[in-house]
């Protein structure tokens, strides 16, 4: 039954990210062994990339103090905000493990509970949320494999242009790390190659696997919401449902209101698994597009505005599709009261009556994620991101103008 629900199905999908990258999710499902292959593929990632982060910090410092320019410091501060923003968001995962496995808990349960009495009109809400939520995977996949090709390779693009011009070959790397060898040396060009394509793999992979759980677990809850929402409506919905004793439809309101009180625990746990890391998205997300679009309007070389583009675009639909799938949340909650009052309530009983005002009332408060309680995540949100970065955009187009790279 587990493998045919809409969880099981979503997770299976992106399992390749958690493997990669040694995100453990649902970890009292697995093994000592498999929770020991996790933790070691972690670790190892996070030592491999944390090398070459603080290596370009050393070359951000460094430079910083020669006096380079500003568009040279800002090439590399986009990809210091990624690895960043990678390691908050996995070390965040990581101290929720508890948390995780109670929400994963609850939210398999409610889907086997409500997947053998599921109607036809049930089962197109769960295909029509299901389906929306598999094309917003496939698009993250696009982008990012995408990311992961034009970014890494572009240097040897550059070089087979060298060459082709000049005659001659100039090593290049993806990014400004300072190594305790000679990077440029060709004996060692390679292996630094090598290191920093693969990290661009880990942020990628890491960032876009968290993300993903976050969008599955959401999407859960929507459909559950929706599901609450139909029971609601067809609660008394003609007028046999009317000759029903009081204790029918009460027990049948008991039960609705404890589905609904699960489903308000299971936000508030996704609550306390993203709220902190979330804010820190919303910070780094208007820094990566500011520089990122810095980047493309004031470098020259064709190839490494691509690169920036790409990178640009991705941090837009990275953000706005964690804001929308908020207010999606916030939505499909409220909506809750407005099935509550469609639900043909006046042709019950008074007790009754009170019972789905109650409901009702309690329902208008929305279930809702924050960005540690700084500010709402949803659309609103994303808007403001976009606002305060365009401010840092056009007033560092104002201070430096068009400088040379």
């Not at 986009?78 to 109670?102: E, Q, R």
């Not at 049948?252 to 746990?269: D, G, N, P």
């Not at 902190?276 to 780094?284: A, D, T």
């Not at 916030?330 to 009170?354: E, L, P, Q």
């Amino acid at each position: 039954m587990s493998d045919q629900i809409l969880l099981d199905k979503a997770l299976k999908k992106v399992d390749y990210s958690f493997r990669w990258i040694g995100i453990n999710i649902e970890s009292s499902r697995k093994t000592k062994l498999q929770n020991f292959r996790y933790k070691f593929v972690y670790i190892f990632n996070f030592i491999w990339l944390n090398m070459d982060f603080s290596g370009a910090i050393a070359w951000f410092i460094v430079n910083a103090r020669k006096g380079a320019s500003f568009t040279m410091l800002t090439y590399v501060a986009p990809c210091l905000t990624m690895c960043f923003l990678f390691n908050t968001k996995c070390i965040f995962i990581y101290m929720s493990d508890n948390h995780i496995n109670k929400l994963l808990s609850i939210l398999r349960n409610l889907e086997i509970r409500h997947h053998d009495t599921s109607t036809p009109q049930k089962k197109e809400i769960i295909k029509t949320d299901s389906n929306f939520l598999f094309l917003v995977l496939k698009t993250l996949h696009f982008f990012n494999w995408f990311l992961l090709i034009a970014f890494p390779f572009m240097p040897l693009i550059l070089m087979a242009l060298d060459y082709y011009n000049a005659k001659e070959v100039l090593l290049k790397l993806p990014f400004q790390v300072v190594y305790p060898f000679n990077a440029y040396d060709i004996k060692y060009w390679p292996i630094a190659y090598l290191r920093q394509i693969w990290g661009t793999v880990i942020v990628v992979i890491g960032i876009s696997g968290v993300d993903y759980f976050f969008f599955i677990c959401v999407t859960c809850m929507c459909v559950q919401f929706n599901l609450l929402q139909y029971d609601f409506t067809t609660l008394a919905n003609d007028r046999r449902n009317s000759l029903q004793t009081s204790e029918e439809l009460h027990g049948r309101i008991v039960a609705l209101v404890k589905w609904h009180q699960e489903l308000i625990q299971s936000v508030h746990l996704l609550e306390v698994i993203y709220s902190k890391s979330i804010l820190i998205n919303f910070i780094c997300s208007s820094l990566l597009i500011c520089l990122s679009g810095f980047n493309v309007m004031t470098i020259d070389d064709k190839p490494y505005i691509i690169s920036f583009g790409s990178f640009l675009f991705m941090s837009l639909f990275q953000i706005l599709s964690l804001c929308y799938f908020g207010d999606m949340l916030m939505r499909s909650s409220v909506k809750v009261s407005d099935a509550v009052y469609n639900s043909n309530w006046y042709i019950t009983k008074s007790d009754i009556c009170k019972e789905l005002n109650i409901i009702q009332m309690r329902a208008q408060k929305p279930c809702k994620l924050t960005a540690y309680s700084y500010a709402d995540v949803n659309l609103t949100a994303f808007a403001k991101i976009l606002s305060t970065s365009w401010s840092y955009f056009a007033l560092l187009r104002t201070i430096y103008g068009s400088p040379r790279v």
